[in-house]
């Protein structure tokens, strides 16, 4: 990287999902290649094929200081991001207090400096896929059945897609940048890849990021499901998210996702908080291909690839590790492969590419972000997790997948690749924390 640009480094990191709901819990599920998917029982499954997914599980709103005044103007990816930002912000030293009450801060938090000094130089930048699918299904089905009049208020800022970043940004004062990236899968890998662009240049020392969703519903089961874009593998729920594998049918659905806090270097040093790893590059560009499947060739993604190594001003050689968007697809699985070959040659081979998806399902618009910090983690502790699920790879499919167990290996540059419905494509490239 060039030396006037600022140097950006990951200060804070949380998450809630269908393996765990801390960092540290989850980063050992991973390793130990454990399954978040169950058979989906919380509401009626009928007509729906696959009724498999990962779930948030033991999920305790008191745990966050959410009480149910507060959990009644949120929506579950909404509550989700904000209990994660607790944990992040533990980590990055950022005090949190009550969204509206403003003066009450949280007994975790009591002693804490603030993180900035110039509330304007923090802000949020948080990706989400679909928003509050949940609340919506609800009213409408109130509205059906008891009238107009019956649907809440709250409907609107329950629903749409920036609110998230809005309860984080009222919890820490951030008054700076403050948007949200919908891009379907890659939306929380654009937020975190644009919060790195914000802080490079200048435009602010601290950005909260990451990407968080919650559509495990039945409208949300109903329209990916009749896409036949879903796994039918109901019978085995942990053997059903399968990337790469000849076996594969569809992806599983997960919920849940990671909030990542990004931050100028310096200011993290002067501050005194740990250092994960260093955000070093970022690429997007878009298919124009179609709605929900990927150009065959692969040269939207492989461009995205590039750029991001370009931008980190490293050879391709360098990179040890993707975690690859690896869905679980026949579309994405083989456009992924031959994008992985074609741009990065021979070192192809010697490159560990592994889906976390086999395990954590796919979080959709949180994906992203989770693998984020999964690729943060190989960083700081220089072991790859694994592709559980892949007994018989499918034609062509010769990488290093990382197959079931997970691999010990020195990883100084981590890549994270996301392809969203839409044509969106989004790639991350994080670095080995180094002075």
Request: include cysteine; charge should be negative; proline fraction near 4%.
């Amino acid at each position: 990287m060039s030396s006037n640009k600022r140097r950006v480094v990951i200060t804070g990191m949380g998450t809630l999902n269908p393996l765990a709901n801390n960092v540290n819990e989850t980063w050992q599920k991973l390793l130990a290649g454990e399954s978040g998917i169950d058979t989906i029982t919380d509401f009626d499954m009928e007509g729906i094929r696959c009724n498999i997914g990962g779930k948030v599980k033991n999920f305790n709103l008191e745990n966050y200081h959410i009480d149910n005044k507060l959990a009644n103007k949120m929506d579950y990816y909404q509550q989700l991001a904000f209990a994660a930002m607790f944990e992040a912000a533990l980590m990055a030293k950022i005090p949190m207090r009550h969204p509206e009450e403003h003066e009450i801060i949280y007994p975790e938090f009591k002693d804490m400096k603030p993180a900035i000094d110039d509330p304007f130089r923090m802000g949020v930048l948080l990706g989400v896929g679909v928003g509050g699918i949940k609340t919506f299904q609800e009213q409408v089905e109130i509205m059906i059945t008891k009238g107009a009049r019956r649907v809440s208020p709250f409907l609107i800022p329950k629903m749409i897609a920036n609110l998230a970043g809005s309860w984080l940004a009222q919890s820490i004062n951030a008054m700076g940048i403050n948007s949200c990236n919908v891009t379907a899968c890659a939306s929380g890998t654009n937020a975190i890849g644009e919060a790195f662009l914000a802080i490079q240049s200048n435009r602010a020392d601290i950005i909260v990021s990451g990407g968080f969703e919650g559509a495990i519903c039945k409208i949300g089961f109903a329209g990916f499901s009749n896409m036949h874009a879903l796994s039918t593998r109901n019978s085995d729920p942990k053997k059903a998210s399968r990337p790469f594998d000849k076996d594969r049918d569809g992806f599983v659905m997960g919920e849940g996702g990671a909030i990542i806090v990004l931050e100028e270097l310096e200011h993290a040093k002067k501050r005194g908080v740990q250092i994960i790893a260093e955000v070093v590059g970022y690429g997007l560009t878009a298919d124009a291909y179609h709605i929900t499947s990927p150009e065959p060739s692969g040269k939207g993604a492989i461009r995205a690839m590039k750029d991001a190594i370009d931008m980190a001003g490293i050879r391709k050689e360098e990179v040890d590790y993707i975690n690859a968007h690896g869905t679980s697809t026949d579309a994405n699985d083989k456009m992924e492969t031959n994008a992985i070959k074609e741009l990065f040659g021979e070192h192809a081979k010697k490159l560990c590419v592994s889906s976390t998806k086999s395990m954590s399902g796919h979080l959709l618009g949180g994906a992203g972000a989770f693998e984020a910090m999964v690729i943060a983690k190989a960083c700081q502790e220089d072991k790859i997790p694994p592709t559980i699920n892949l007994d018989n790879p499918d034609e062509g499919m010769d990488l290093d997948y990382v197959p079931h167990k997970m691999r010990e290996r020195t990883v100084n540059y981590a890549m994270s690749n996301s392809f969203g419905f839409g044509g969106h494509n989004a790639v991350i490239l994080v670095k080995k924390f180094k002075e």
